[in-house]
């Protein structure tokens, strides 16, 4: 169930996996109902990290802690079907003894696994336990007290890194079966990739090729769609002639309404003029007394 895992590692898309190169993800799982925040986060600082889980385990939960140190890693490796579906299972809530998980996509650093290791011999007197790859194999031994079983494994190649962390993820699931109590923690670390492990990944694994996915029906049928699509926007406006055309713009009827005044101005001029009666012996010469008087 790998994309459970894909949800538990809340990495939203390939590409925020890619965005930190000098990021890795962390992991952790336990049979204990842990005081952690369950809500998965996007990235954090690596002291922020370290310090929280040591402070969860300071309680001492758990009879049995795995602390697995996964070297060159990234975010996007745990996105493959094949390298997730193991861990997924933990993670994901597949097991229902699991009761307890944390995961974050990016840590800026590394966790650092060697401090957790001496605070659980410190602080829970867990006894520590080298793994040898052959043990995994079989049952542990029975043992009262509490241990620490660390192993630490090499960046996986370019080339095959699915396989690898699968690999990597059958045997922590064969150290889980073989335990004599099912009274666990594990801590998942990780390291970032380095700059030359980086580039062969995108490398071998991130190259565009071209598929032809679909056969050549369907690529007629949608070249078909795309010339009625451009048929159909450059098909006439059906309608009315008024509905198809605008005879009456802004700027157009604000000219009207302003020239509607003026026309009423000019009429009043025009009428007042043509108003005006004046007789028309205004214009005629006085020949009477009147005239020979002002003589």
Do not use: W
Not at 5 to 31: C, H, K, M
Not at 100 to 123: K, N, P, T, Y
Not at 228 to 255: C, D, I, W
């Amino acid at each position: 169930m790998a994309k459970t895992l894909v949800g538990a590692l809340a990495l939203a898309s390939l590409p925020s996996a890619f965005g930190f190169r000098d990021t890795s993800p962390f992991f952790l799982f336990s049979t204990s109902a842990l005081n952690i925040n369950g809500n998965d986060a996007a990235i954090a600082q690596a002291s922020t990290i370290t310090s929280q889980v040591t402070q969860v385990l300071d309680k001492c939960p758990s009879k049995t802690y795995i602390v697995v140190h996964q070297e060159g890693v990234s975010s996007a490796d745990y996105l493959d079907d094949l390298s997730a579906a193991r861990l997924g299972h933990y993670m994901g809530g597949e097991h229902a003894d699991v009761k307890s998980a944390m995961a974050v996509s990016e840590i800026v650093g590394a966790v650092d696994a060697h401090s957790i290791l001496e605070r659980l011999q410190s602080r829970c007197g867990a006894k520590m336990e080298q793994l040898e790859h052959s043990k995994a194999e079989s049952a542990f031994p029975h043992s009262d007290e509490p241990r620490v079983v660390y192993y630490s494994l090499p960046p996986p190649l370019a080339k095959d890194r699915a396989t690898a962390l699968d690999k990597s993820h059958t045997l922590l699931e064969n150290i889980i079966i073989n335990l004599d109590s099912p009274d666990y923690t594990v801590i998942y670390t990780t390291t970032p990739q380095a700059e030359s492990q980086l580039d062969d990944t995108l490398q071998n694994h991130y190259t565009y090729e071209m598929e032809d996915s679909f056969n050549e029906a369907v690529h007629m049928e949608l070249k078909r769609d795309a010339v009625s699509h451009q048929r159909k926007n450059t098909t006439v406006k059906e309608g009315a002639l008024f509905e198809r055309y605008q005879y009456l713009s802004p700027g157009l009827f604000m000219g009207i309404t302003a020239m509607i005044p003026l026309v009423v101005i000019l009429y009043v001029g025009l009428t007042a003029i043509t108003n005006l009666e004046v007789s028309y012996f205004a214009f005629s010469k006085e020949m009477g007394p009147a005239a020979q008087r002002r003589q």
